[in-house]
C-alpha cells in the first residue's frame, strides 16, 4: 500500500504541467477522446502517469471541482479469492494504490467529497471490512484524500430508500432499477474498473463493473416478493443471467419475460441498460497486472501484466479503445471471440446512442494502441470450449 505522503511526493513532478497541458477544455469536450498511458507498475510511476491521462483529457477541475464524486470500484468475488498465490488485486480486483492515487488526484483537482461505492457479493458488511479481509490497509485508501468515504451499495446502509433509475427509452431488458441513493446523490460518476477478459460478455471494462451497482437485496436469487433483504446472501443469477424468477413486486417487471433466458443475452442488455439510467462521466480502466480468460479465479484464467491505463470521459469510447488494447476488434458481431458466448455490449450501447466504438471516430491520445497492445486472445482462447456453444445469432433458427 502507499501512503498519502507518498501520493504527495510521487505527483509533484507533475504539478508544474499545467501550463503544457496536452488538450484544451473544448478539444477534450469530445465523447471520442480516449487516453492510452504505458505504466510499468503501481510504484510511484503511478500518481505521475494518471495525471498525464487526465490532462490529455481536459483536467480533473472541469469534473470535480467543488462536487461530490462517487466511484464506482471493482471487488467482485470474495475477499480471499485467488489465483493461484497472487492476491485479488494484481489479478480481478482494481489495485488499491490505483483507488488511493484517482482519490489524492481528485482531491487535488479540488474534490468536495469523494466516495468509493461498491456492492461486495452477498453482503451488507461495511465496504471497509471486505477490503480488510482481503488483507488491505484501508487506512491508506481513505487517508489518500482528507473526504473519502465508503459505502457499501448492496443495501441501504443510512440511506431512506432506493433511488428509480428509469432507463432512457424504456430500456432493453427492465425499463428501470432501484439503486441505493449514493449512485444519485453525486455531482460526478467514476467507473474504476480492471481489464479483463469475460466468461459471459467477452470483456469486462468500465460498462461491464456497473452490473455492480445493482444491490442485491432487491435483486438476488433469494429476495422475498413484498421487501427487500435485510442482510443479503447470495448473487443475482435467477433475475439477470437465468431469468428465472422476477424481481419483488416494488421493482419493475422485465420488459418481455418471453425473451431468451441465455445469459449471453440478458447481461449485456443489463449493462446498456445501467449505463444509460445512470451515465458515467470517467471511466478509468486497470490494466497494469490483471488476468486473462475470465473475470475471476473461480472461472479460471492466466495472470498477465499488460502494463497499461485508460481512461476516457464517453464510456463505450473507452471500453472500445480498451478492448483494442487488449487485441480484440470492438467491432467483432456476436458470435465472434471474444464475444463467441454473448452479444457484444458494445454495439448495444452504441445502438442505443451511448458513445461510438468505432476506433476511426475515437482520438486516442497518449501511447499509441499498436504500442500499448497485449495479447488476451492467445490466452482466452481455451475458455470458450468451456463456456458453452456458440451464441445463437438472430437471424438463425
Known amino acids: 500500500m502507499i ?15 499545467v501550463a503544457g497541458r496536452f488538450a484544451s477544455l473544448a478539444r477534450s469536450a469530445s465523447t471520442a477522446l480516449v487516453s492510452v498511458e504505458r505504466c510499468p507498475s503501481y510504484g510511484p510511476e503511478l500518481v505521475p502517469a494518471l495525471d498525464r491521462m487526465f490532462d490529455q483529457l481536459g483536467g480533473l477541475g ?30 480481478h480486483w482494481v489495485h488499491p494504490r490505483v483507488i488511493g492515487a484517482v482519490a489524492h488526484l481528485m482531491d ?19 465496504l471497509e471490512e471486505y477490503m480488510f479481509r482481503a488483507g488491505w490497509r484501508v487506512d491508506d485508501i481513505v487517508g489518500a484524500a482528507p473526504r473519502v468515504e465508503l459505502v457499501n451499495t448492496n443495501w441501504l446502509g443510512g440511506a431512506k430508500d ?6 432512457p427509452g424504456g430500456g432493453l431488458l427492465f425499463p428501470s ?55 443479503p446472501n447470495t448473487g443475482r443469477l435467477a433475475v439477470f443471467h437465468r431469468g428465472r424468477r422476477q424481481p419483488p413486486s416494488f421493482a419493475a417487471p422485465e ?33 497494469i497486472a490483471t488476468m486473462a480468460a475470465s473475470e475471476g479465479p473461480w472461472a479460471g484464467g492466466q495472470a498477465c501484466e499488460p502494463k497499461v491505463l485508460v481512461a476516457g470521459t464517453n464510456c463505450v469510447a473507452t471500453d472500445a479503445v480498451a478492448a483494442a488494447v487488449m487485441g ?5 458481431p456476436a458470435g465472434s471471440p471474444p464475444f463467441g458466448y454473448s452479444e457484444n455490449t458494445l454495439e448495444l450501447a452504441e445502438r442505443v446512442g451511448l458513445g461510438t466504438r468505432d476506433l476511426g471516430q475515437i482520438e486516442a491520445a497518449g501511447t ?4 500499448a497492445r497485449f495479447d488476451f486472445a492467445s490466452l482466452a482462447d481455451s475458455r470458450y470450449p468451456r463456456r458453452g456453444p456458440r451464441f445463437p445469432l438472430a437471424n438463425e433458427s
Open 328 to 332: 480484440y476488434d470492438p467491432m467483432t
Open 108 to 126: 487535488r483537482a479540488g474534490a468536495r467529497r469523494i466516495r468509493l461505492l461498491e456492492s461486495p457479493w452477498g453482503t451488507a458488511d461495511p
Open 62 to 91: 472541469r469534473l470535480v471541482r467543488g462536487r461530490t464524486v462517487a466511484i464506482k470500484i471493482n471487488l467482485t468475488g470474495l475477499p480471499r479469492g485467488r489465483l493461484g498465490t497472487l492476491p485479488a488485486e494484481m489479478t
Open 368 to 371: 499509441p494502441i499498436r504500442d
Open 255 to 287: 420488459l418481455d419475460p418471453s425473451s431468451p433466458r441465455h445469459d449471453g443475452y440478458r447481461i449485456p442488455r443489463v449493462v446498456t441498460d445501467i449505463c444509460s439510467a445512470r451515465p458515467i462521466d470517467l471511466a478509468i480502466i486497470d490494466g
Open 3 to 17: 501512503s498519502r505522503r507518498t501520493f504527495l511526493v510521487g505527483s509533484t513532478a507533475t504539478l508544474g504541467l
Open 162 to 167: 432506493y433511488h428509480r433509475f428509469d432507463v
Open 177 to 231: 432499477y432501484l439503486l441505493n441513493p449514493a449512485y444519485h446523490d453525486c455531482d460526478t460518476f467514476v467507473s474504476l474498473a480492471k481489464l479483463k477478459d469475460h466468461a459471459t460478455t467477452g470483456i469486462t471494462l468500465s460498462m461491464k463493473n456497473c452490473f455492480g451497482n445493482i444491490p442485491t437485496t432487491i435483486y438476488g436469487d433469494d429476495v422475498p416478493e413484498d421487501e427487500p433483504l435485510l442482510t
